[in-house]
């Protein structure tokens, strides 16, 4: 069965960090993408960062320099470093993952907070 479980999230003041790790596991046949989204309240879900099977990854401009995205791939996890937090940054974090010939499934979401 596949699943997706993503952790890491809680409140951190401004200028803090916080590391998100997201657990894939069920997905036989191998794993193409893995992907940060992100949604705050009263606006769509928006891309944060990715990382493809072949070790690149591309960022949103707003988190980039910010954010690191990695991988486990052995692990099937996928993480994103978060620095430099800002009042803008949070949101309800979802991870994408994409499944080999086809398919994508979400997390349930991690919620990260910033007190100013």
């Known amino acids: 069965q596949v699943q997706v479980v993503e952790s890491g999230g809680g409140l951190v003041q401004a200028g803090g960090s916080l590391r998100l790790s997201c657990a894939a596991s069920?997905?036989?046949?191998?794993?193409?993408?893995m992907a940060w989204y992100r949604q705050a309240p009263g606006k769509q879900r928006e891309f944060v960062a990715r990382?493809?099977?072949?070790?690149?990854?591309n960022y949103d401009a707003s988190v980039k320099d910010r954010f690191t995205i990695s991988t486990d791939y052995a692990k099937n996890t996928l993480y994103l470093q978060m620095n430099s937090l800002k009042p803008e940054d949070p949101a309800v974090y979802y991870c994408l993952v994409v499944r080999r010939f086809g398919g994508n499934y979400w997390g349930q979401g991690t919620q990260v907070t910033v007190s100013s």
């Open positions: 069920g997905f036989t046949g191998g794993i193409d993408t």
């Open positions: 990382h493809n099977g072949f070790g690149g990854t």
